[in-house]
């Protein structure tokens, strides 16, 4: 534990460089007199009456002299001319303004004075038990109170009293000294200080988690609401389900009472007929008619006796259905209808972490919750909120995704550069360290780098051209050691493929075949196409009398065979047997017209995409439909596409090569517009000749480079 000295330093440089108001270290102090103070800068020097917020309220001169409101009235009144009075302190001529004395200005500087000597309390000055005459001193350094009579002046015990001591006192550099007086009121300072700091921050905490009770209860009181609706639907449900039961019984009920009251009717109806019939026959004496109507009597009892029979019986009945228990079942279902869902995640002890950003590429900053007191979550389901904004305050589209073990991936895509503000809340409550402000820049670097000039698994020479399997595998062209490099979608190396196609340096162009299995070469010394598979043997290949110096290959879905050729100014379409289908383009200056072409490549619908100084675009007929990304200078075109590719989602990726720099464009292929630009920033592309998109890793293209003999992986969205 530290000594009162050092506690003492401690909080007093803590108070003073909170309250900006003292220097950061103080060796000397200085006594003032409380009457001497008041005289000096609080007494009026004509009435010497001190200044108040009366009639002597304190006014100041435009000469800089305080004079009161008392005096300066009387001398207005008595020596005033022309609006004009002299100051009684130095004579220099006044203008009384437009409202009198009472306009000018009061002196704020003795005001504040005088608040503050209001504030304050006169000193009790500590003195010694035994010189009661003479003030106690402090040694910070020491830690000790000591009179200087007692101790000499060498604030120790025993010490001889000499004037060399006492002059020591004051001005000994190694040992700071104060009054006693000052150092009580330091630690007072100090201690108010510290009590109002713990009072303000206890305030707030009791105000935090007064708020989160008071959010808590309003949880409750909607997911009391939701249990309430919940079971209210079950019993509305149950209800209306009792009802349908009824309804079906009473029903059948009605149906088979219908079919006994028609019967009933019967009965009644027959029955008085025969009522009549007996009483007409009261009256007769005709024994024949008589007989005959016994007759007939005796033929109604039989179709009576049928009466007597009910047409429909009375058994009605609801079975349920036996060995089902529906208070099982009921419990059963309402077991699952939800559940009572909380967290322990504590917002504060969250943090986020964030990976670099790059403009027009998806940025992921991930949450880690944690568990007071400091335990990390390990399940998901928090309600996590995040916004991102930009320097304009402009809102960027986010995404977040629960990991479902107590992390999240927040997501979005930058579209400047610039100073980004991330703000994550959970159950509205910031994380820490919230808001998070980082830089989005727009250099792109590589994700992974692979080879170097050699011979040996690594090294490349004259590195060319590549293509990209449906597995991600690469195939680069190694035209320096007539060789292709299988390299795995991390740029590990595989194996190498070796052709009598590949020999002589030549080869220049590669590109997946139709079925997906098989590469097809073109090379421009032998002028011919072969088809080849993974592994290195021979299908077949053919050549033909126009190629003349073909430089790029690329092979459409139905298997026919693009092939540019500078030395033709066109590119060839051939059958896959080598029969010349068609060409498309030629050499001139006009649009659609080439100059150097360098790649081509097809797209899913057909169009044929060449890369020459800029991008020209033709359907699957061969017609132009339009040009893009040609940078012309007085001296004609500058620089030159070097290699192309399309993804699913219509970005063209086109390497470019000019003579100071060299870096990846995308385009919106639809319309030739800008989407962005891999700079290769840190380690910069010298001339890129191949560019192939990753088939299974969305947003990841890879480029060989010749001039650093390279293979290189980016990001570009």
Same mark, same amino acid.
């Given at each position: 534990?530290?000594?009162?000295?050092?506690?003492?330093?401690?909080?007093?440089?803590?108070?003073?460089?909170?309250?900006?108001?003292?220097?950061?270290?103080?060796?000397?102090?200085?006594?003032?007199?409380?009457?001497?103070?008041?005289?000096?800068?609080?007494?009026?020097?004509?009435?010497?009456?001190?200044?108040?917020?009366?009639?002597?309220?304190?006014?100041?001169?435009?000469?800089?002299? @305080?004079?009161?409101?008392?005096?300066?009235?009387?001398?207005?009144?008595?020596?005033?001319?022309?609006?004009?009075?002299?100051?009684?302190?130095?004579?220099?001529?006044?203008?009384?303004?437009?409202?009198?004395?009472?306009?000018?200005?009061?002196?704020?500087?003795?005001?504040?004075?005088?608040?503050?000597?209001?504030?304050?309390?006169?000193?009790?000055?500590?003195?010694?038990?035994?010189?009661?005459? &003479?003030?106690?001193? =402090?040694?910070?350094?020491?830690?000790?109170?000591?009179?200087? +009579?007692?101790?000499?002046?060498?604030?120790?015990?025993?010490?001889?009293?000499?004037?060399?001591?006492? *002059?020591?006192?004051?001005?000994?550099?190694?040992?700071?000294?104060?009054?006693?007086?000052?150092?009580?009121?330091?630690?007072?300072?100090?201690?108010?200080?510290?009590?109002?700091?713990?009072?303000?921050?206890?305030?707030?905490?009791?105000?935090?988690?007064?708020?989160?009770?008071?959010?808590?209860?309003?949880?409750?009181?909607?997911?009391?609401?939701?249990?309430?609706?919940?079971?209210?639907?079950?019993?509305?449900?149950?209800?209306?389900?009792?009802?349908?039961?009824?309804?079906?019984?009473?029903?059948?009920?009605?149906?088979?009472?219908?079919?006994?009251?028609?019967?009933?009717?019967?009965?009644?109806?027959?029955?008085?007929?025969?009522?009549?019939?007996?009483? $007409?026959?009261? &009256? &007769?004496?005709?024994?024949?008619?008589?007989?005959?109507?016994?007759?007939?009597?005796?033929?109604?009892?039989?179709?009576?006796?049928?009466?007597?029979?009910?047409?429909?019986?009375?058994?009605?009945?609801?079975?349920?259905?036996?060995?089902?228990?529906?208070?099982?079942?009921?419990?059963?279902?309402?077991?699952?209808?939800?559940?009572?869902?909380?967290?322990? +995640?504590?917002?504060?002890? !969250?943090? $986020?972490?964030?990976?670099?950003?790059?403009?027009?590429?998806?940025?992921?900053?991930?949450?880690?919750?944690?568990?007071?007191?400091?335990?990390?979550?390990?399940?998901?389901?928090?309600?996590?909120?995040?916004?991102?904004?930009?320097?304009?305050?402009?809102?960027?589209?986010?995404?977040?995704?629960?990991?479902?073990?107590?992390?999240?991936?927040?997501?979005?895509?930058?579209?400047?550069?610039?100073?980004?503000?991330?703000?994550?809340?959970? =159950?509205?409550?910031?994380?820490?360290?919230?808001?998070? =402000?980082?830089?989005?820049?727009?250099?792109?670097?590589?994700?992974?780098?692979?080879?170097?000039?050699?011979? &040996?698994?690594?090294?490349?020479?004259?590195? !060319?051209?590549?293509?990209?399997?449906?597995?991600?595998?690469?195939?680069?062209?190694?035209?320096?050691?007539?060789?292709?490099?299988?390299?795995?979608?991390?740029?590990?190396?595989?194996?190498?493929?070796?052709?009598?196609?590949?020999?002589?340096?030549?080869?220049?162009?590669?590109?997946?075949?139709?079925?997906?299995?098989? /590469?097809?070469? #073109?090379?421009?010394?032998?002028? @011919?196409?072969?088809?080849?598979?993974?592994?290195?043997?021979?299908? %077949?290949?053919?050549?033909?009398?126009?190629? #003349?110096?073909?430089?790029?290959?690329?092979?459409?879905?139905?298997?026919?065979?693009?092939?540019?050729?500078?030395?033709?100014?066109?590119?060839?379409?051939?059958?896959? !047997?080598?029969?010349?289908?068609?060409?498309?383009?030629?050499?001139?200056?006009?649009? %659609?017209?080439?100059?150097?072409?360098?790649?081509?490549?097809?797209?899913?619908?057909?169009?044929?995409?060449?890369?020459?100084?800029?991008?020209?675009?033709?359907?699957?007929?061969?017609?132009?439909?339009?040009?893009?990304?040609?940078?012309?200078?007085?001296?004609?075109?500058?620089?030159?596409? !070097?290699?192309?590719?399309?993804?699913?989602?219509? /970005?063209?990726?086109?390497?470019? $090569?000019?003579?100071?720099?060299?870096?990846?464009?995308?385009?919106?292929?639809?319309?030739?517009?800008?989407?962005?630009?891999?700079?290769?920033? %840190?380690?910069?592309?010298?001339?890129?000749?191949?560019?192939?998109?990753?088939?299974?890793?969305?947003?990841?293209?890879?480029?060989?480079?010749?001039?650093? *003999?390279?293979?290189?992986?980016?990001?570009?969205?």
């Amino acid at each position: 534990m530290g000594s009162m000295a050092d506690l003492l330093k401690k909080d007093w440089v803590e108070y003073q460089n909170t309250m900006m108001n003292l220097s950061s270290t103080l060796v000397e102090t200085v006594s003032i007199n409380y009457e001497d103070f008041n005289e000096s800068f609080l007494t009026c020097g004509t009435c010497l009456c001190m200044f108040d917020a009366g009639e002597h309220s304190p006014k100041l001169l435009p000469c800089s002299h @305080t004079i009161c409101l008392e005096c300066l009235t009387r001398i207005v009144a008595t020596f005033a001319r022309d609006s004009q009075f002299r100051c009684p302190i130095c004579r220099e001529l006044i203008t009384i303004p437009r409202g009198g004395v009472q306009a000018l200005p009061p002196s704020f500087l003795v005001n504040q004075l005088l608040d503050l000597m209001a504030r304050q309390r006169r000193e009790v000055i500590p003195k010694c038990s035994t010189h009661p005459n &003479q003030e106690l001193f =402090f040694c910070e350094t020491c830690d000790s109170v000591f009179c200087s +009579t007692c101790t000499g002046g060498s604030h120790k015990p025993g010490g001889a009293g000499g004037a060399e001591d006492t *002059e020591d006192l004051s001005s000994s550099s190694d040992h700071t000294v104060i009054p006693f007086s000052i150092a009580i009121k330091r630690i007072s300072e100090i201690l108010i200080y510290k009590a109002n700091e713990c009072t303000a921050k206890l305030n707030t905490a009791n105000d935090v988690v007064l708020e989160e009770m008071h959010r808590l209860d309003h949880s409750a009181d909607d997911s009391f609401a939701s249990v309430n609706k919940l079971f209210e639907e079950v019993i509305d449900a149950v209800g209306k389900r009792r009802l349908e039961v009824l309804a079906e019984v009473k029903t059948k009920k009605d149906e088979k009472r219908k079919v006994l009251d028609e019967q009933l009717q019967i009965i009644q109806k027959e029955k008085l007929e025969v009522d009549s019939e007996v009483e $007409a026959l009261q &009256q &007769q004496v005709d024994v024949r008619n008589i007989t005959k109507k016994i007759s007939d009597l005796n033929c109604k009892l039989d179709t009576i006796s049928q009466l007597a029979e009910p047409r429909e019986n009375c058994y009605l009945e609801f079975c349920r259905i036996s060995g089902v228990s529906y208070c099982e079942a009921v419990k059963r279902m309402l077991r699952d209808v939800g559940r009572v869902k909380t967290s322990q +995640t504590c917002a504060s002890l !969250c943090r $986020a972490s964030m990976e670099t950003a790059v403009t027009h590429l998806q940025t992921m900053a991930k949450v880690q919750t944690v568990e007071y007191p400091g335990n990390m979550q390990d399940v998901g389901g928090d309600p996590v909120t995040a916004e991102v904004t930009n320097e304009k305050g402009e809102q960027i589209e986010t995404h977040i995704e629960d990991r479902d073990d107590g992390s999240y991936e927040v997501t979005f895509t930058p579209q400047s550069v610039g100073t980004f503000c991330l703000k994550v809340q959970i =159950f509205d409550r910031p994380i820490k360290d919230c808001p998070l =402000f980082f830089e989005v820049t727009e250099h792109n670097s590589p994700v992974l780098s692979f080879g170097s000039r050699g011979f &040996q698994e690594k090294g490349f020479v004259q590195p !060319c051209s590549l293509t990209v399997d449906g597995q991600d595998n690469l195939y680069v062209v190694d035209t320096g050691n007539s060789r292709i490099k299988v390299l795995s979608q991390n740029l590990d190396f595989q194996n190498h493929i070796f052709n009598e196609s590949l020999e002589g340096r030549s080869v220049t162009g590669v590109s997946l075949g139709s079925s997906g299995d098989t /590469l097809v070469t #073109v090379n421009w010394r032998t002028k @011919t196409v072969t088809e080849m598979t993974l592994d290195g043997k021979t299908i %077949g290949g053919f050549s033909h009398d126009e190629l #003349v110096e073909p430089i790029a290959v690329a092979v459409s879905r139905d298997g026919d065979v693009y092939v540019a050729d500078n030395g033709v100014g066109a590119v060839l379409v051939f059958e896959s !047997c080598g029969k010349l289908k068609r060409k498309i383009g030629e050499k001139g200056k006009k649009p %659609g017209n080439f100059k150097e072409m360098s790649s081509v490549c097809i797209c899913d619908n057909g169009d044929v995409i060449v890369g020459d100084t800029r991008i020209i675009v033709f359907n699957s007929s061969g017609e132009f439909i339009r040009e893009f990304g040609g940078m012309k200078t007085k001296e004609g075109s500058r620089g030159r596409f !070097c290699g192309l590719s399309v993804d699913s989602s219509g /970005l063209l990726l086109a390497a470019r $090569a000019e003579r100071s720099r060299s870096y990846i464009q995308v385009f919106n292929k639809d319309d030739g517009s800008v989407h962005s630009v891999i700079d290769s920033h %840190g380690e910069k592309l010298r001339r890129p000749t191949g560019v192939a998109i990753s088939r299974n890793s969305d947003g990841f293209v890879f480029v060989v480079d010749i001039g650093t *003999e390279c293979v290189r992986k980016y990001r570009y969205k």
